[in-house]
């Protein structure tokens, strides 16, 4: 291969170090120590995992971690109750609903009322529009940290073009606004699109999220482009990105590889985000 | 020339017809008639022949207009104070706080507090995010007049590969999400892109915003494209877009005149959003 692994793990390892410092110094200078409550709804032991490491995650760095689990059954006035809690909460910097929410209930109506200083995921209506509107607020963490792992490998956005595939609200879309307010050209692309491998080509960034299996492969690469795998899917031959890193990576010159590209950056960007909540919040509480 | 010409002018009058239309068969249904109150605040002569014919426009369709003028030195309590009254009153539908105001004053924290449900202009960052993510919800008037254009000129946005020049939260932005939520491949292209002529002629649809008299020239154009003008800008020989009308005719297959084009779309879809948010108060009110 010729192309410069972008190391995701080594990078969220530097950031989870650099938030724990900066925790350090927040407490030390504040009295208050951030703290991230997640909320999670039933028993999916998936979920499970992904809380479990976000609690542990947060210990690590000097966040004080709360950990609230509610029956698979619970009505939505007891999730509503308890965000609502957790909202009014001082000792609570930052809130998280661990999606997907049981089926009888509204995931994103409760997302959504997370207070937006303390909605860490950035997820709600209102981070979404502070984000679209380049106003200061809590950014989605996936694109957050692609955004760290490109700036960590030396690319300079500045009017490159960059082309997103996906358009969730969860990352695409998020993304390309992240990507615009850096000063690149960005193209969304999606199922819809003519041509994708042709769109793909003009890409001097190309960041792909569709969940497809090593669907992008050396002939959709511009030759010297950056790529960023931000695809997990398994297969009876293990676990793969939506690019075919063995063929691309001739072809691109910086990639990331999957596992350990982009995936350690979403909990280290969630670190950093309840560290930034705390400091939304002290700014709220002291009369400006 | 060989373009198609969209004629603006008459789609919005069809427009405002319809509006009209709907906001009888609103009134007869509820009992309640839509109001728009608009808040002006200063002297400047432009904003107020703004003002002054969106509250002659709300008339002629049936919506309520009402008419707010504070002096030039208002202090921003006294704005806000009129704001929650407006945001409070049920005979409100719509609010809009014409832009831009007193340089003591913070236009974006002002139309913030706007009631997302009144936020005719769709720009506060709650009716961004909702935007953003696809929910339902005010749209800013100027880009989804654009999208009335594209249907009435019977585009097919479907994977089409739309670029929209400019970036601005008024319209670039929205343009582009709404745009992407047609399904359409979206790239923003900006003051930083590189070679934006190249980028340009990739668009099957052309969307041009950017203040820059005939900017765009007819070797920027894939033939057959659709382009759309949203420059306005007065020079020595007259009103000119951002695109060379003259020469760009000959290789589009559509083209918006300035004026005459998008203009006229702007104020035809504040009285359309007027009627919706009248339509979300009523559903408020009712319990569901």
Redesign the interface.
């Known amino acids: 291969m010729s192309a410069t692994l972008i190391d995701g793990k080594a990078i969220a390892a530097e950031t989870r170090a650099e938030v724990a410092r900066d925790v350090e110094a927040f407490t030390a200078r504040t009295g208050h120590r951030p703290g991230l409550a997640t909320v999670l709804v039933g028993e999916d032991p998936a979920s499970a995992i992904y809380v479990g490491g976000k609690q542990k995650a947060s210990r690590e760095v000097g966040i004080e971690p709360f950990d609230h689990r509610l029956p698979a059954d619970a009505p939505a006035v007891e999730v509503e109750a308890l965000l609502e809690r957790l909202n009014a909460d001082d000792a609570v910097s930052g809130i998280l609903c661990q999606l997907p929410v049981p089926g009888h209930l509204d995931g ?1 109506a409760l997302t959504g009322m997370i207070d937006p200083d303390k909605d860490v995921d950035g997820l ?12 200061p607020g809590l950014r989605p963490c996936t694109p957050a940290g692609v955004m760290v792992l490109l700036e960590r490998a030396g690319v300079d956005l ?4 960059a082309v997103v595939v996906g ?1 969730s ?1 969860l990352f695409g ?2 993304m ?2 992240l990507l ?1 307010g850096a ?1 690149a ?6 199922s ?3 041509d994708l491998p042709g ?1 793909c080509r ?1 890409a001097d960034v190309l960041i792909v999220a569709v969940g497809r299996d090593r669907m992008v492969k050396a002939d959709w690469v511009k030759p010297g482009a950056v790529v960023i795998d931000v695809g997990m899917n398994r297969s009876e031959d293990g676990l793969h990105g939506d690019v075919a890193f063995d063929e691309v990576s001739e072809v691109a010159s910086a990639i990331t590889p999957v596992p350990g590209g982009v995936g350690p950056m979403t909990i280290a960007m969630l670190l950093r985000n309840t560290l930034a909540a705390a400091e939304l919040q002290i700014a709220r509480r002291v009369p400006a």
Not at 127 to 135: I, Q
Not at 158 to 161: C, M, V
């Open positions: 994103v709600t209506p209102l981070s979404a529009g502070r984000l679209a509107l380049g106003l500045r009017g490159a073009g358009r609200n879309k998020p390309a606004q615009l000063d050209t960005v193209t969304t692309a999606h819809r699109t003519r769109v003009t």
